[in-house]
């Protein structure tokens, strides 16, 4: 009897030969496979045809686009590139800055209904100066962090503006006043309850000109100066890039964060006007706020004649406050208030 092939053997073989010059798959060939094929050949990979030709097994790549599926849905569209089963990513994605907070993906349910928690990684805005985290809002914020990169301060790097300096070595001359100054500052133990409060009100007229633009140019910066037999020292900086979380508001802006990762910074606010009608004022709290600690077991700030607090920005305006009396001076709390 003359030798031959068994029919399936030689649709199995027509399959390989044709799968491996390139040409289209087609899947009616496989119906005629071999029993054999299964548990013993299976590679567990969804986008390889498994046959078995004695005495080996044949792991034949699918063609290239064809579905696969690999029980998962939070991991995107399925579809064999190069025999692997790939994926197009979280198709909850939609691009527009908070999607992936609010309608985060569940596994569970196969859909896009699930809040993300708050501090949830969100969509990179591509730059390496913020961080990109979910707010218990649903809200995708890309908060600045100077600490991402040694290029991270004033505004973000994807930005040819010019870097803000903040606070100078000694106050500055000629800046605005007012006729109403409150500060306050709480430092405890651990930091958690850390804070500090600066008004700024009822001051000399200051045009919008003077605000800048912080919501794309425009840095600010909180200085406060210790005096100590009649010379001032760089105690504290605060500095706020711009950008996000500026908003215009009103005749003035406003940046709002509630997590204070710039600094500590909860709020702050300038406001433009005529004479005795501008404001700002600084709210800082919490962990991130680097109190610079008392000067000594019995005081705070040595206030030798007076603190000095300015507001600064890039601008090259200031918003002045000077203190020579405190109603409070003590190791872990501090207020004063004018006139």
Known sequence: MGFGLQPAVVI??????????????????????????????D???????????????????????????????????????????????NPCLDGDGDSDCSNACDENKDNCSKKA????????????????ICDD???????????????????????????????????????????????????RSGGARDALKWKWRKGEAASAECLGDPLSATGYALCLYDWV????YLRLELR??????????????????????????????VVSGGDGRSNASVVATGINLALPGAVDESRYFAQDPELTIQLINSEGWCWDSRFDFSYRNKPSQFKAKYP
């Open 12 to 41: 199995v073989l027509a399959v390989v030969l044709t799968v491996g010059a390139g040409s289209t798959f087609d899947y009616s060939l496989g119906a005629s496979a071999p029993s054999a094929v299964g548990a013993v050949c």
């Open 43 to 89: 590679d567990a990979n969804p986008c390889t045809f498994d046959v078995f030709v004695d005495p080996n097994c044949l792991n034949v790549p699918l063609p290239e686009g064809e579905a696969c599926d690999d029980g998962l849905f939070c991991n995107g569209e399925d579809t064999c590139r190069s025999g692997n089963c790939e994926h197009s990513g």
């Open 117 to 132: 928690a708050a501090g949830d990684p969100c969509i990179d805005d591509g730059d390496v100066c913020t961080d990109d």
């Open 137 to 187: 809002a649903g809200v995708c914020l890309h908060i600045f962090d100077a600490d991402n990169d040694a290029l991270c301060f004033g505004p973000s790097t994807t930005t040819t503006l010019p870097v803000f300096a903040g606070c100078p070595e000694f106050p500055l001359a000629s800046c605005l006043q007012a006729a109403v100054g409150q500060f306050q500052l709480r430092d």
């Open 229 to 232: 037999a009649d010379v001032p």
């Open 240 to 269: 706020l890039p711009a950008g996000q979380p500026w908003r215009a508001a009103g005749r003035g802006f406003k940046y709002a964060d509630k997590r204070a990762a710039a600094g500590g910074v909860r709020g702050m606010r």
